[in-house]
């Protein structure tokens, strides 16, 4: 039987007005432009992690829509 350790994680595509939120990163392993994003907790929705994502870590403001 195989046993291999799995993260979840989520990748937000923000676009208003013709234009899109990246993430530049300036950490060394993974460098570069990216979209925002990060891990998806034990017991935590996809839906709960990427409003975690946007609201928290961006500071863009929720509105539910």
């Known amino acids: 039987m195989r046993t291999e350790s799995v993260e979840l994680t989520v990748l937000c595509l923000i676009h208003k007005n013709g234009r899109y939120l990246l993430q530049d990163r300036i950490k ?5 432009y990216t ?3 990060g891990h998806i907790e034990p017991g935590e929705s ?11 870590r961006e500071k ?3 509105r539910g829509e």
């Open 46 to 56: 996809i839906v709960d992690a990427v409003i975690k994502v946007v609201v928290k």
């Open 60 to 62: 863009i403001i929720y």
């Open 35 to 37: 979209l925002p994003g």
């Open 28 to 32: 060394n392993d993974w460098k570069g």
